[in-house]
């Protein structure tokens, strides 16, 4: 767990609005204004949407956070790996997407995970046992919520834990087809030919 109150956070995602990336940027202002070192890197494709991410960068240099919030653009899964290693806690403040696979991933590399309610990913999670709920579109929780993982060692320990073995346990592309070949199963014995 990182200590004295610090720490690194990561974002993953091709820049689109719903990707909520203007959050987690506030957050870190919030925090920064309570004593935390807070350091943000946002990994994803500026392509899709350029003016999404020149509107993140605008907001990085209004909150004089330019020193705080790194932005590596497309990298290569090795590096994603690495950041996935060298990163304290991954946040996923989508509003609205389906599901988040990276939540999963950052969860695999034993990073607690701060997720938006309105993610897909959230219906799966279990607040406070595997990861940390917040609203949507709320960047006071998300701070709280990095405070909590900072603040309290032995929580931020459960999550690390809980949320690998939540991965380990339920998610992998043989539980993913099995599922699958249930429900085409079901829906061919339901079908009348």
């Known amino acids: 767990p990182p200590q004295n109150k610090s720490a690194k956070i990561l974002l993953t995602g091709i820049f689109f609005?719903?990707?909520?990336?203007?959050?987690?940027?506030?957050?870190?202002?919030?925090?920064?204004?309570?004593?935390?070192?807070?350091?943000?890197?946002?990994?994803g494709d500026y392509s899709s949407d350029k003016n999404y991410h020149q509107k993140i960068v605008r907001l990085t240099k209004e909150?004089?956070?330019?020193?705080?919030?790194?932005?590596?653009?497309?990298?290569?899964?090795?590096?994603?790996h690495d950041q996935y290693a060298s990163n304290d806690i991954f946040i996923f403040p989508n509003h609205a997407?389906?599901?988040?696979?990276?939540?999963?991933?950052?969860?695999?590399?034993?990073?607690?995970?701060?997720?938006?309610?309105?993610?897909g990913a959230s219906e799966v999670l279990t607040e406070g046992e595997n990861a940390l709920l917040v609203s949507p579109k709320c960047p006071k929780e998300i701070a709280e919520a990095i405070k909590h993982l900072l603040d309290d060692r032995e929580f931020y320990l459960?999550?690390?834990?809980?949320?690998?073995?939540?991965?380990?346990?339920n998610i992998s592309w043989?539980?993913?087809?099995?599922?699958?070949?249930?429900?085409?199963?079901?829906?061919?014995?339901?079908?009348?030919?």
């Open 17 to 43: 609005p719903h990707r909520r990336f203007e959050d987690a940027v506030l957050a870190a202002g919030l925090l920064r204004n309570d004593g935390y070192r807070i350091e943000v890197t946002i990994v």
């Open 63 to 80: 909150k004089s956070l330019e020193n705080s919030v790194k932005f590596l653009g497309k990298i290569s899964d090795s590096d994603l």
């Open 97 to 119: 997407q389906t599901w988040g696979l990276v939540v999963m991933e950052a969860m695999a590399a034993g990073l607690p995970v701060i997720v938006s309610k309105t993610a």
């Open 158 to 169: 459960k999550l690390s834990q809980n949320g690998r073995k939540f991965v380990e346990a």
């Open 174 to 193: 043989r539980k993913y087809t099995q599922a699958m070949l249930r429900v085409f199963m079901e829906a061919r014995a339901s079908y009348k030919f």
